[in-house]
Nanobody, 128 residues
Framework: QVQLVESGGGLVQAGGSLRLSCAAS????????MGWFRRAPGKEREAVAAISWSGGGTYYADSVKGRFTISRDNAKNTVYLQMNSLKPEDTAVYYCAADLTIATMMDTLKREGRLNYWGQGTQVTVSS
């Protein structure tokens, strides 16, 4: 089992920045790919960014490319999401997730509508 706890959400004006953190405990963090997902009111949960266990592979949704950066520190069992140039449409609850690979994470969400390991979420609100 992997336990995930997100932090760093809040209220920010459009154009501002936030950095989300996700602290992991349980099974070896460095064995897992990590991802950030979000769910806005009335919308489906969507993938935002993901990073492989080594940090060598990343994925970004088209809507956040060039604005968001995912990174991880395996020594601290933590994954980060640096969000710059925030827009009102980025408003959502952001969830941290873990799985064996990025592909497994995305495939499980697509086929089964769920994630194998995820946190409780942190609210990000971007005002216009």
């Amino acid at each position: 089992q992997v336990q995930l706890v997100e932090s760093g959400g809040g209220l920010v004006q459009a154009g501002g920045s936030l950095r989300l953190s996700c602290a992991a405990s349980g099974r070896s963090f460095s064995n897992y790919a990590m991802g950030w997902f979000r769910r806005a009111p009335g919308k489906e949960r969507e993938a935002v960014a993901a990073i492989s266990w080594s940090g060598g592979g990343t994925y970004y949704a088209d809507s956040v490319k060039g604005r968001f950066t995912i990174s991880r520190d395996n020594a601290k069992n933590t994954v980060y999401l640096q969000m710059n140039s925030l827009k009102p449409e980025d408003t959502a609850v952001y969830y941290c997730a873990a799985d064996l690979t990025i592909a497994t994470m995305m495939d499980t969400l697509k086929r089964e509508g769920r994630l194998n390991y995820w946190g409780q979420g942190t609210q990000v609100t971007v005002s216009s």
